[in-house]
């Protein structure tokens, strides 16, 4: 038993070290390593019933999230995990249930109140495998996520629009290439400063015979008015329909206020976080990188009279989007408290 | 599972294949083990005499022990092996190994401790790895003290490039741009570097030592290279990727001690070894720094503060057992345990580790306080570094100081300009300290070994004070001095918060000021006391001793103006050094009792403007630093005016000279009276001339 701890705590281990050497990248594959992870633990892991088995996750997952504080995404797979041992300990019991009343009434599901409240205690023999086949659908639907969203552009981007977006997100440009196939039009890059990610963006929106142009941080407030539509990606999407976006979102979202433009938001399911923003300083929230992009160390004297900081992140309210594009289609910001219900259970929002 | 593992990763890295650098990375870890060796002692005891108690790898740094940020460096560097080599406190190295989360199973890094107890240089510790032969192949050399977030591979693999084109390259050292006026390079590493900059490869190595004011660089460096570079902005990240020739080189060349003799070595025999080093330049993101003495100490605390060494930052998870701390705005980092009084506020730059609690009215900034402290009512701590279980009285004044662990002060203690004290000191009630190391009990002469040049004063039963001791001591012994008083934590005067950050810079400038005599000077002027105190204890003849200060002159190769200058500067402290002469009257009795004798030496060397000028200059740089000429400074002019050492229109020159600084003024001002006398003695006999 102790080698399988130990096995989980070594794999844990490489995952974290990855993530911190930059091998893993991207909220996606992030995502779909922690699942993995989980996963080991569902299989592995000394457990009997759901009670026990939620013990084991919660705390693995509390490991996860205290270690990679800034990757909101595992701690939302822990969640959806959580989830799926929850709503399948519910079937299996009640698919027992129904073979004594296999009728199931309207009146019965607004009385069942009360044995919902359940302590997951009870043994149930083929919860491990049923488990493991819903996590595998879940898996699935990870995998196609991307696709998904990406099928969804022919109705968002007509022709000869001008749209612009900022930095490199993997999902909006997989967007525009897809958009691209059935439809001509522009695209317009911010490079976000300091790390410059746009310019990669464009070379390879570039290579896809896309219209591209790419400006300065500082042109987005002048360019705006020509924009029909911007569309960006996402770090996270908060409880409230907020965003933690890369640094630059959130005068890209006030410049397209100010000119009426629509911001379209390419969120997969994995991103909606159940936090909130709980203060507009930056504890927990932000994440402030080395100052090096923003003054160089060998500019000498000038480095300890000034504090320099490099955040990545930007805030957005939810008033400034206008629509979120997941998986499973376009949802307002107001919405996305449902899409949370549905996706996490309440007592998981803290691991 | 962990070839599940792996095999996992490299489906991964396929899938996004068109990373090159990763891949890179990958196959250089599929071709061996990347080995690091990391000298845990750096042998030369910038942090002494707090190393008696705790080795120099286990000072903490924003509240995390140097050895844990070299660590975890490493592994994320994908570091795979690393050997430690530890001489004097292996003990507790190894305690702190086994504690650590290097030693759990599922560690990815392996680490092997080595010890050596004799081991006393970096030459050593290479001749004992060259002798138990666990090098196999290219490694990373570092010491046990550095912080950094530098990615090794990249380096690792620029070396095995060079190798390629090469085949005697034996070490690549990796340097760091760091501007002109900015704390971050270490006294100690001043160099210049030539480099042939087409390929990178090292020319020459001058060290700047302090007061150094020329190098010298032979036809023949750049006769056979295009295009050279020479290089004074970098600073020394003490990284080297070295290859397997390097430990036998070490045992071939019994002299090689420390990196720096190493590399002379290599370079001035580069036919005969046949051995090439190169350089490498880090790109502006990366950052590694090796902390050797205080004031390391101080600008890498600020640099992790200022997050140059992100990640390695005190809110970011890396150290597993510490819950991370809150960044707030002001780059003020707090943990969620700390209790703050009421009143007190904390102004900017600060880290307060867990559990510690801040009384009211207290005043932080610029400082690091650790774990478990206990601070009382109206404190005002200042650019100091307090480490952990520290419980400091209410109404102390702390700044540019560091507190060691568990140390206990009483109320009203000030500290200031680089005090240090060491772990485990107990200071009573009001007591002020200036400049002072303080240890927690009498250190041994074995613990000493060969620094016996301090003189310990009991403050109380755990607290010493180390002073110099004066007999002892001798110029030779000056960087021994700098150890001691130096300390760099804001050496130069007056802690006003206006000044503080250009005091930092400022006193860079003043330590290649405030020290200097460059050694033969120094030599020449303690020879010179030395002659004329036996002169006036034994009468003897002037003639004789200006005979003796000649011939000391032509010995230490002094020019004559400098040799005026130190003549008359020693003239002026011999009074203050034979008698207890501390007030100015009681000086001048004195200096006119010995001018008696030496009034000959004074008329031999002060002869022309220039030497009344040099004569001025020595006066003016006495009565700065010393109290009782200052006072007595106009009378000692009359004095010397009386006796017709001084001219008139010298000293109305020299009087009009003046700089801006406020020392200069405060001296021109004491001096005003005689001026005055001096100019209406002048109209006076000019009227008396007219008439």
Redesign the interface.
């Known amino acids: 038993m102790a080698k399988n701890s ?2 989980t ?6 995952f974290i ?2 993530i ?5 990248w991207g909220s996606y ?1 992030i995502a779909f390593n922690t699942v ?1 992870l989980l996963k080991d633990v569902i299989v592995n892991g000394d457990w009997q019933t759901a009670q026990e088995l939620m013990v084991l996750i919660t705390a693995e997952g509390r490991k996860l999230t ?2 990679l ?1 800034m990757q909101a995404s595992v701690g939302n797979m822990v969640r959806r995990v959580l989830k799926i041992i929850r709503e399948e300990y519910v079937a299996t019991q009640q698919n027992k249930q129904e073979d004594v009343d296999a009728q199931e009434s309207l009146h019965k599901i607004v009385t069942s109140e009360g044995d919902v409240v359940d302590d997951y205690s009870k043994l149930l023999p083929d919860l491990r495998s049923s488990i493991m086949e819903h996590i595998g659908e879940f898996e699935m639907e990870l995998e196609t996520s991307a696709d998904n969203i990406a099928q969804q552009a022919r109705q968002h981007i007509h022709s000869n629009e001008i749209i612009m977006t900022l930095g490199k997100s993997a999902s909006v440009e997989a967007f525009l290439k897809k958009a691209a196939t059935e439809r001509k039009f522009e695209v317009i890059v911010a490079e976000c400063a300091p790390f410059c990610r746009g310019h990669e963006l464009a070379v390879s929106l570039g290579k896809s015979k896309i219209e591209t142009t790419v400006i300065a941080d500082s042109a987005i407030f002048a360019i705006m008015s020509r924009v029909n539509k911007v569309i960006i990606g996402t770090h996270t999407v908060m409880a409230n329909g907020g965003l933690r976006a890369v640094c630059g979102s959130h005068i890209v979202a006030l410049a397209a206020k100010h000119y009426s433009v629509p911001v379209i938001v390419l969120a997969p399911m994995y991103k909606l976080s159940p936090q909130y923003l709980c203060s507009y ?4 929230f932000n994440s ?6 923003v003054l ?6 000038i ?3 000034v ?2 900081y ?1 955040p990545v992140f930007d805030y957005v309210p939810p008033e400034l989007v206008t629509l979120f594009i997941s998986n499973t289609g376009g949802h307002a910001p107001s919405y996305v408290y449902r899409l949370l219900s549905e996706l996490y259970h309440p007592d998981d929002h803290d691991l | ?2 070839i599940d ?1 792996s095999t ?2 490299l489906v ?2 396929s899938k996004r294949a068109s990373k090159g650098l ?1 891949n890179s990375a990958e196959t250089l870890q599929k071709e061996d083990v990347v080995q690091a060796v990391v000298i845990v002692d750096s042998f030369k005891g910038g942090f002494h005499p707090i190393t008696y108690f705790i080795p120099a790898a286990l000072v903490p740094v924003v509240n995390t022990p140097l050895l844990d940020y070299t660590l975890e460096w490493l ?2 560097s ?1 570091v795979q092996e690393v050997i430690l080599f530890c001489s004097s406190h292996a003990d507790l190295i190894k305690e702190h190994i086994r504690k650590s989360k290097w030693n ?5 890094m392996v680490i092997t401790v080595m010890v050596s107890e004799t081991c006393r240089s970096l030459g050593d510790a290479m001749r004992d790895l060259d002798a138990k032969a666990v090098i196999r192949s290219d490694f990373i050399l570092v010491f046990g003290d550095m912080v950094g ?1 530098v990615n090794l591979l990249p380096i690792l693999e620029h070396h095995r490039k060079l190798q390629k084109q090469d085949k005697g390259v034996v070490m690549t050292m990796v340097y ?8 971050s390079r270490s006294v100690d590493d001043k160099a210049v570097l030539t480099v042939d900059s087409s390929t990178g490869r090292v020319l020459l190595h001058n060290k700047m030592k302090v007061g150094t004011k020329r190098i010298n660089i032979p036809l023949e460096t750049y006769s056979d290279c295009p295009q050279v570079e020479l290089r004074y ?1 970098l600073q020394d990240t003490h990284v080297a990727v070295c290859s397997p020739a390097v430990p036998p080189l070490f045992s071939d060349n019994f002299d090689f001690q420390t990196r720096d003799d190493f590399v002379r070595g290599l370079l001035m025999n580069e036919e005969i070894l046949g051995s090439t080093i190169y350089w490498y330049k880090l790109d ?2 990366q ?1 590694a720094a090796h902390v050797s003495n205080w004031q390391m100490y101080q600008s890498v605390s ?1 640099d992790i503060i ?6 390695f ?1 005190p809110d970011s ?2 150290i ?1 057992d510490v819950e ?1 701390y ?6 003020v980092y707090k943990q969620k345990s700390v209790r703050l009084g009421k009143g007190c506020l904390l102004e ?1 730059d600060i880290v307060i580790g867990e559990n510690t609690s801040v009384g009211e009215n207290t005043h932080i900034s610029h400082s690091v306080v650790g774990k478990y402290c206990h601070i009382g009512k109206n404190v005002t701590i200042y650019k100091s570094y307090i480490w952990d279980n520290v419980v400091i009285g209410d109404n102390c004044h702390i700044s540019c100081a560091v507190v060691g662990h568990d140390s206990k002060l009483g109320t009203g203690v000030r500290l200031c300009k680089g005090s240090v004290l060491s772990p485990g000191v107990v200071l009573p009630s009001d007591i002020h300290l200036d400049a002072n190391i303080v240890v927690c009990g009498p250190l041994h002469r074995k613990q000493s070994l060969d620094h016996d040049v301090y003189k310990q004063e009991k403050l109380a039963e755990k607290a010493y004070r180390l002073l110099l001791d004066e007999t002892e001591y001798d110029s030779e012994d000056s960087g021994q001095a700098q150890k001691l008083c130096g300390l760099w934590l804001g050496t130069s005067g007056g802690d006003s918060e206006s000044e503080s ?1 250009e005091e ?2 400022a006193s860079n400038e003043t330590s290649d000021r405030a020290s200097p005599v460059p050694d033969d000077t120094y030599l020449f002027f303690s020879e010179v006391m030395d002659s004329l105190t036996r002169g006036y204890d034994d009468k003897l003849h002037p003639d004789n001793l200006i005979l003796e200060i000649n011939s000391s002159r032509y010995a230490y190769n002094v020019s004559v103006r400098e040799v005026n200058y130190f003549v008359v500067k020693a003239l002026l402290s011999l009074p203050i050094q034979a008698r207890s002469a501390d007030s100015a009257p009681k000086y001048l009795k004195e200096f006119n009792k010995m001018l008696q004798d030496f009034l000959p030496i004074l008329q031999n060397y002060v002869r022309n403007s220039d030497a009344q000028h040099d004569c001025l200059q020595a006066l003016e740089d006495m009565a700065s630093s010393t109290d009782t000429l200052h006072d007595g400074l106009s009378k000692l002019l009359h004095l010397l005016y009386e006796k017709d050492i001084l001219a008139e229109d010298i000293i109305m020159k020299w009087y009009n000279s003046g700089d801006e600084n406020s020392t200069s003024t405060a001296l021109r001002k004491q001096v005003a009276p005689f001026i005055q006398w001096l100019k209406e003695a002048d109209e006076e006999s000019d009227e008396s001339d007219s008439d």
């Open positions: 130990n096995k705590e070594e794999n844990r281990n490489k070290n990855d911190k050497q930059g091998k893993v594959d993995n205290r270690s504080p300083d930056q504890d927990a402030f990188v080395s100052p090096e992009g160089k160390y060998s500019d000498g004297a480095l300890s009279k504090h320099v490099n | 599972m962990r593992g996992f990763m991964l890295m990763k592994a994320l994908s759990e199973l599922a560690s990815a977030n760091k741009e760091a501007g002109h006026g900015y704390c902005d502006e993101a950052y600020h200022y997050r140059w060494v992100y990640p930052v998870p890396f597993q991370p809150v960044f707030l705005r002001h780059n900017e950050e930092l810079s």
